[in-house]
């Protein structure tokens, strides 16, 4: 397991910070606000430029580390090439009001629904809070849970959430109805994924309203905008706290000084999967090729229709630095690794490619009220495609079988043939739509 106290932790630190300074410099004006999960995507990069400089420093260079510090770089000059500023998704998106209040009944049921949707997914834990767990098994939850077979809840659990938290976003934040009420049920979320060991429960739901902001950010006003970001130092100072409290309770002596520990390992671990991949002779321990980039990519899908069963990346790489197991969850299935795994000559364009889709995700927009739900869950998880492939390919099928078997049919039982192709042609243009009448 990766502990950041085997390296110069001092200089680990002051990279980290130095790394996180630049890059939010840098990229300002591709930031909506504090809460944009972008922030967080550049703290995740930050984490592997530190990492990478202190293994250097303890172990001395290296041809490996050499070329994840190059396809670390490449990718970010790539981003800063290619994004899009803040002022040009204001004026894609200046039209999104419209749309929502257009189909607001279908947004009011379709909450209601995903309300009864979540809670039926979280029986699981409901049943065990049923039989009055202690504190310390009720913040462990996840963990022992990670493992379970449902295949809805765990289709809900890598899909579902975004939803209902976008739905309950549209509620408080745009139309504006029943918020006393979606008040409540947002809360009632977030006790149960705080309960069930959720420790980054409400960062995660800090960033999700951030998200939101940034997708219609054309709906709000610069003095909103303003308020968001004076709030949310508050906001996640608040959070780091529940996450230093909760996994304080991971070790059997509930110690805060262990979670804060625990929490800053955590952040500084996002390249330990590098770790193992450089220390453990990765390149010869690990299959690479066309082949093995598929299933290491959609392994858990195609399993089930070729009958081969598949150790993804993380499980391999943890039995490189422990052992055979069982079962592993181990590291994530980082962009570096993906390139290695695919092949050593197709590193340059792999990153393009990559890095290019991530960009182009992340900047979706669309003039089609029934496309919102689908492209706010695409648009949401773009940088997963270079933080962990294997889960967003599985979040991305997830959420793609939950719009079109449940979203995408009640939207059309709600409205006519010709209200479903709705479309706004550009926001400085004369809007077409029947609920806009012309001038």
């Not at 029943?178 to 947002?186: A, K, P, Q, T």
């Amino acid at each position: 397991m990766f502990d950041i106290n085997n390296y110069n932790i001092y200089i680990a630190y002051t990279i980290f910070i130095l790394s996180n300074l630049f890059l939010l410099i840098n990229f300002r004006k591709n930031i909506s606000t504090l809460a944009d999960p972008f922030v967080l995507y550049i703290i995740w990069i930050s984490s592997i430029n530190s990492f990478l400089f202190i293994y250097i420093i303890k172990n001395g260079v290296s041809i490996l580390a050499c070329l994840f510090m190059f396809i670390t770089f490449y990718h970010i000059l790539l981003l800063k090439a290619t994004l899009h500023t803040i002022n040009h998704r204001i004026k894609l998106t200046n039209h999104y009001t419209l749309l929502y209040n257009k189909y607001s009944p279908f947004y009011i049921r379709i909450f209601f629904l995903f309300f009864a949707v979540m809670i039926y997914c979280k029986k699981s834990f409901l049943i065990f809070l049923a039989n009055n767990p202690t504190l310390r098994d009720l913040f462990i939850f996840n963990i022992i849970n990670r493992t379970s077979h449902n295949p809805i809840e765990k289709m809900y659990d890598f899909g579902g959430d975004g939803f209902f938290i976008y739905f309950s976003f549209i509620m408080l934040l745009i139309l504006k109805k029943y918020r006393v009420f979606v008040s409540i049920m947002l809360g009632i979320y977030i006790v149960i994924q705080i309960l069930s060991g959720g420790r980054g429960a409400l960062l995660s739901l800090l960033f999700s309203f951030g998200f939101f902001i940034y997708f219609h950010i054309g709906c709000f006003n610069n003095l909103f905008l303003k308020k968001i970001n004076k709030i949310a130092f508050v906001l996640i100072f608040i959070g780091v706290v529940f996450s230093i409290i909760i996994s304080s309770y991971y070790s059997f002596d509930f110690n805060l000084s262990n979670g804060f520990e625990v929490m800053i390992n955590r952040i500084m671990a996002a390249a330990d999967g590098l770790e193992i991949y450089m220390t453990y002779d990765g390149p010869s321990q690990i299959k690479s090729g066309f082949v093995e980039y598929i299933y290491s990519v959609s392994g858990i899908f195609l399993k089930r229709v070729t009958g081969v069963e598949y150790k993804n990346i993380g499980w391999q790489l943890t039995e490189l630095a422990s052992g055979p197991s069982e079962f592993a969850l181990g590291s994530n299935y980082i962009i570096h690794l993906q390139a290695m795994v695919l092949g050593y000559y197709f590193i340059p364009f792999y990153v393009l490619f990559t890095t290019l889709a991530a960009v182009k995700l992340r900047q979706l927009y669309t003039h089609k009220g029934y496309l919102l739900p689908l492209y706010y869950l695409i648009c949401g998880n773009a940088f997963g495609i270079m933080t962990d492939i294997g889960s967003w390919f599985f979040s991305l099928i997830s959420g793609l079988i939950i719009y079109f078997v449940l979203i995408l049919p009640i939207f059309k039982l709600n409205f006519a043939y010709k209200d479903f192709n709705a479309n706004l042609v550009t926001p400085n243009r004369k809007i077409k739509n029947s609920f806009v009448k012309n001038p």
